[in-house]
């Protein structure tokens, strides 16, 4: 038998699947569940508190029922935390204030930079050009490819 064994029992689950992200078993509860992209320390905290599960409790020891009860508690996020923790105000579509999480969040991210690119907007443009988008220097920083150096003069 191998030590981690040993040290966690015979159901432990060294990978959870929760909101389609795989989550280290070996976390606690809010690390584990801030894996998942769009859920922060905070949220999750809010979302272990609503679970009543033991915050000290690693994410490998859940039980099927934990899981799923966590998964129900992601599902309905939205109504769970407050406006201004949302990541979405006034969404351009709807005009609520939304909250997305995983695979979701990437998409959106990917339609708001394509929208300014189609509306010709500043950073639309940045994003285009590859640039910098939030008023970074550019001059002296943030230089990519091989680097160059003094070229001399041949004698």
Same mark, same amino acid.
């Given at each position: 038998?191998? %030590? !981690?064994? !040993? %040290?966690? +029992?015979?159901?432990?689950? /060294?990978? @959870? ?20 992209? =769009?859920?922060?320390?905070?949220? #999750? ?14 994410? +490998? $020891? ?5 899981? %799923?009860?966590?998964? #129900?508690?992601?599902?309905? &996020? ?7 923790? !949302?990541?979405?105000?006034?969404? @351009?579509?709807? +005009?609520?204030?939304?909250?997305? /999480? ?10 708001? &930079? $394509?929208?300014? !690119?189609?509306?010709?907007? /500043?950073? =639309?443009?940045?994003? %285009?050009? =590859?640039?910098? @988008?939030? =008023?970074?220097?550019?001059?002296? $920083? ?6 160059? +150096? ?6």
């Amino acid at each position: 038998m191998s %030590e !981690k064994s !040993k %040290e966690h +029992g015979d159901d432990f689950k /060294y990978i @959870v699947r929760l909101a389609n992200t795989d989550i280290d078993g070996e976390f606690g509860m809010v690390r584990g569940l801030s894996q998942i992209k =769009g859920i922060g320390a905070r949220v #999750a905290g809010i979302l272990v508190t609503a679970s009543a599960i033991p915050a000290d409790t690693k994410m +490998g $020891n859940l039980s099927d029922e934990d899981i %799923e009860k966590l998964a #129900a508690l992601i599902e309905e &996020i939205d109504d769970r935390i407050p406006v201004w923790m !949302k990541n979405r105000p006034k969404d @351009v579509e709807t +005009g609520e204030d939304l909250h997305f /999480y995983g695979m979701e969040l990437n998409l959106l991210l990917e339609d708001d &930079i $394509n929208r300014m !690119k189609k509306i010709r907007c /500043y950073r =639309g443009m940045r994003h %285009e050009q =590859g640039r910098k @988008v939030r =008023g970074q220097r550019s001059s002296s $920083n943030g230089r990519r490819g091989a680097a160059i +150096g003094v070229s001399r003069k041949k004698k």
